[in-house]
């Protein structure tokens, strides 16, 4: 599988905000699927990461507030790409090694090396 892609979010007026993903190949990219964003849950909270050959893609929660809360999506591959909610960090939840109150969540940077 080429896990070389590129992932974008439109921010058009509701109810158009949608998340492409593109295959990137040696002339270009090719758009894969688009995903609309009907729950306000998709616009991106960071670049998709891969861990023992799968694919998460965080997300922001923007239901109740902007910077609710960062949504891990697993990316999955059949005829048409899925995601699937695996995991949800929100201020309420998050504990911090620093004890420090955090007032809202909206990024999440992950390096593997």
């Known amino acids: 599988m080429n896990n070389d892609y590129l992932i974008t979010y ?7 905000r949608f998340v492409e993903i593109y295959q ?5 990219y090719k ?3 688009r995903f609309y964003d009907k729950k306000n849950v998709l616009r991106l909270a960071g ?3 891969w861990i023992n050959n799968e694919m998460y ?13 960062v949504i891990f ?3 999955t591959f059949g005829t048409r790409f899925n995601y699937k909610c695996v995991m949800e960090v929100n201020a309420q ?3 911090s090694e620093c004890n420090v109150k955090c007032d809202g969540i909206h990024t999440f940077n992950y390096n593997a090396s």
């Open 31 to 33: 758009l894969v699927q």
């Open 73 to 75: 999506n697993k990316i």
């Open 24 to 28: 990137i190949e040696q002339n270009g």
């Open 47 to 49: 670049s998709h990461f």
């Open 93 to 95: 939840n998050y504990t």
């Open 10 to 16: 439109n921010i058009n007026e509701e109810p158009n």
């Open 57 to 69: 893609l965080p997300t922001q929660n923007g239901q109740k507030s902007y910077g609710y809360g």
